[in-house]
């Protein structure tokens, strides 16, 4: 069995190397960014994602939707969302900003005391706001230049800055890598996949059917808002762009 899936693993390594090396090209009439040299490659990753999502995402989270109602749907997000306010309250104390920290904070004692463990969201009809922060985001309130737009395998939208922020988060997350059972790990993992791919199941289909680029689009509005998140939105007014935030609210 491990021989075979050491075989499925180089397979899907030299498949996906072969379609980068095939790198995509810029479309006609479309204008090349300076935030992006690297354009022809990371579209090249951009269609592999894409497809991903269109053979393997999507059609598991219409199965998700379909056997799980849309109250268990909730519960699954309201619980990753409490697990992410903890680091959140750790990069906002790392930002300099304590206030939001603290309610940060409370929002995951709230939520896990009185919210079930966090499958239901007390705090935010409580009054505590919800933020999101991220490595890639402390890095930036530190100065850190956010470098060249990157598309990331799985990941998506980033820059290089940002790439960096992703490892961090990785290699810090619990549920990712340090729970020491290996079978309830890869099962939380995979639900949350699945979960993040839920919370805009709809929304990547209005994005499909549009007269627009989609690449270009994807990568203008990321930019623009994580700028926008960095700045705390102090210079510019929010970008206009999808954002996917609790589908339940």
Excluded at 190 to 206: F, H, P, S
Aim: aromatic share 14%; with cysteine; proline share 6%.
């Amino acid at each position: 069995m491990q021989e075979v899936l050491r075989k499925a693993k180089q397979a899907f390594l030299f498949g996906f190397a072969a379609l980068l090396l095939g790198c995509a090209s810029i479309p006609a009439g479309v204008e090349p960014s300076p935030q992006d040299p690297w354009e022809p490659f990371n579209r090249s990753v951009f269609e592999f994602n894409e497809d991903l999502d269109a053979y393997v995402l999507k059609p598991v989270v219409a199965g998700y939707r379909f056997v799980l109602p849309e109250f268990m749907r909730e519960g699954v997000y309201n619980f990753f969302s409490n697990y992410n306010d903890i680091y959140t309250t750790l990069y906002n104390l790392l930002q300099g900003k304590p206030g939001y920290a603290f309610n940060d904070f409370m929002r995951v004692v709230v939520n896990t005391t009185m919210g079930l463990g966090g499958l239901l969201d007390i705090a935010t009809s409580g009054g505590l706001e919800k933020h999101k922060e991220d490595w890639g985001q402390t890095l930036g309130v530190w100065g850190v230049p956010a470098g060249p737009y990157v598309v990331l395998p799985f990941f998506g939208p980033s820059n290089v800055r940002d790439t960096f922020g992703t490892v961090a988060d990785l290699e810090s997350d619990y549920l990712f890598r340090l729970l020491p059972d290996v079978a309830l790990r890869n099962s939380l993992t995979g639900l949350r996949v699945v979960n993040a791919r839920n919370t805009y199941y709809e929304a990547g289909d209005l994005l499909d059917g549009a007269a627009i680029d989609k690449y270009s689009f994807m990568r203008d509005a990321y930019i623009q808002r994580r700028a926008y998140q960095i700045n705390e939105g102090r210079d510019d007014e929010e970008p206009q762009m999808p954002v996917y935030e609790n589908p339940y609210e």
